[in-house]
């Protein structure tokens, strides 16, 4: 169990190896994601797993108007190849955002955010935005978004983390779907097939690949997602990319390095001064503990 959803494996597949459109792989990536990642919600609330609730509401309720967003103005805005650029460039950049926040064996972590305040809303709200634009064209985005700045700005730790970006991707992902195909009536058909054919599939392996993933280290699921976005983006320039795409590529690579490590340091500060931490290779236990802050 990770924080991408089923998009980040579909829609590269999809769009290098399949040579679909774009447009094909993200309504996939979509539609997959209500049912899957919908199994998944249900097994964290049967099961009762902790999540952060209020990061679902305020970061849905800024992905919601982000995609809608995105899917009738930002998605009109690029073509193809600069859509296949745009997902291997901003998951590789997610891949370095989980190095960044594993590269410490001890960090100070905290079970859900503490003094939740009105900044702290309005930062994941538009987190949310953002990463419901991400959505809006490449089928996933709002979970790694969200995971990304709760985990390295809030210190949250993984276990509350994950679960969480995965509630806020299945009701994104759900939405998404009715919009598409009831609201605007534009679902891809080559996508609507492979649906129908790939929904057995997803009822069972979703599920078991949570299990499965359940198992394994936190570490070691963090280096696989790394292989596979690295392995994502060198298929994209196995394709020879033209020099323009290549030159953005590498842009928000860099970029992305730099705001991540800044998060990371940033949320460093922060949670000492709200808990007062001295040693900061502390671990706050993890517990349903909430910090009042003054």
């Known amino acids: 169990m990770t924080a991408e959803g089923g998009g980040a494996i579909a829609f590269p597949v999809m769009t290098f190896i399949l040579h679909l459109s774009p447009k094909c792989a993200r309504d996939f990536s979509l539609m997959i994601q209500s049912i899957g990642m919908s199994l998944a919600l249900f097994v964290i609330l049967f099961m009762r797993i902790q999540i952060e609730w209020r990061a679902i509401t305020y970061a849905l309720l800024g992905a919601l108007p982000g995609v809608v967003l995105g899917f009738h103005v930002i998605d009109d805005l690029f073509n193809g190849p600069e859509k296949k650029m745009l997902f291997v460039s901003i998951w590789a950049a997610f891949a370095i955002s989980l190095y960044i926040l594993n590269r410490e064996k001890k960090r100070t972590t905290v079970p859900v955010i503490q003094c939740f305040c009105f900044w702290k809303a309005v930062t994941l709200m538009g987190t949310g935005f953002i990463g419901g634009i991400f959505t809006s064209f490449a089928g996933s985005g709002v979970d790694i978004a969200t995971f990304s700045v709760i985990t390295l700005l809030f210190k949250v730790n993984e276990k509350t983390a994950t679960p969480t970006t995965i509630v806020v991707m299945a009701l994104l992902s759900q939405f998404s779907f009715f919009w598409r195909g009831i609201v605007t009536a534009d679902i891809d058909l080559d996508a609507l097939n492979?649906?129908?054919?790939?929904?057995?599939?997803?009822?069972?392996?979703?599920?078991?690949?949570?299990?499965?993933?359940?198992?394994?280290?936190?570490?070691?699921l963090a280096w696989l997602v790394c292989i596979l976005e690295f392995v994502a983006y060198f298929g994209f320039l196995f394709t020879l990319p033209p020099w323009p795409l290549l030159v953005a590529s590498v842009t928000i690579l860099f970029i992305g390095f730099v705001f991540f490590s800044f998060l990371s340091r940033a949320g460093k500060r922060l949670t000492e001064a709200?808990?007062?931490?001295?040693?900061p290779h502390a671990i706050v236990p993890t517990t349903d503990a909430i910090i009042i802050c003054k």
């Open 194 to 220: 492979y649906l129908r054919v790939s929904v057995p599939i997803v009822v069972f392996f979703a599920p078991f690949g949570s299990f499965l993933g359940s198992h394994f280290h936190r570490l070691t």
């Open 274 to 279: 709200e808990l007062g931490i001295i040693d």
